[in-house]
Nanobody, 126 residues
Framework: EVQLQASGGGLVQAGGSLRLSCAAS????????IGWFRQVPGKERERVSC????????DYADSVKGRFTISSDNAKNTMYLQMNSLKPEDTAVYYC???????????????????WGQGTLVTVSS
């Protein structure tokens, strides 16, 4: 059984930092396109970031570039999202995801990944 366990969310003041973790079991991140998404109720889900486990390439949504850093630890089969300089508009439920590799998407998951974590709530107060 595949499980993606996300953790690390919480309440933080604007300008603060949080580090999200996503531990995988039942699959090996190196064999999948992995990344983080977020969703605010009533809005479309947004892909925040993705990472190539093989070469460390990363991609970020424009809204988080320069503030968020994605990383992975192959030995622990875990992915991280370091979030700095948080803004109230970063408030959302954050999900980690793993997907098959699709032509045209490179190392990033599609908008309908095969596997989702349970989500972790990040609330940024002003």
């Amino acid at each position: 059984e595949v499980q993606l366990q996300a953790s690390g969310g919480g309440l933080v003041q604007a300008g603060g930092s949080l580090r999200l973790s996503c531990a995988a079991s039942g699959l090996t991140f190196a064999n999948y396109a992995i990344g983080w998404f977020r969703q605010v109720p009533g809005k479309e889900r947004e892909r925040v970031s993705c990472i190539s486990v093989s070469d460390g390439s990363t991609d970020y949504a424009d809204s988080v570039k320069g503030r968020f850093t994605i990383s992975s630890d192959n030995a622990k089969n875990t992915m991280y999202l370091q979030m700095n300089s948080l803004k109230p508009e970063d408030t959302a439920v954050y999900y980690c995801a793993a997907d098959y590799f699709y032509r045209g998407l490179g190392y990033c998951p599609s908008n309908l990944p095969k596997y989702w974590g349970q989500g972790t709530l990040v609330t940024v107060s002003s």
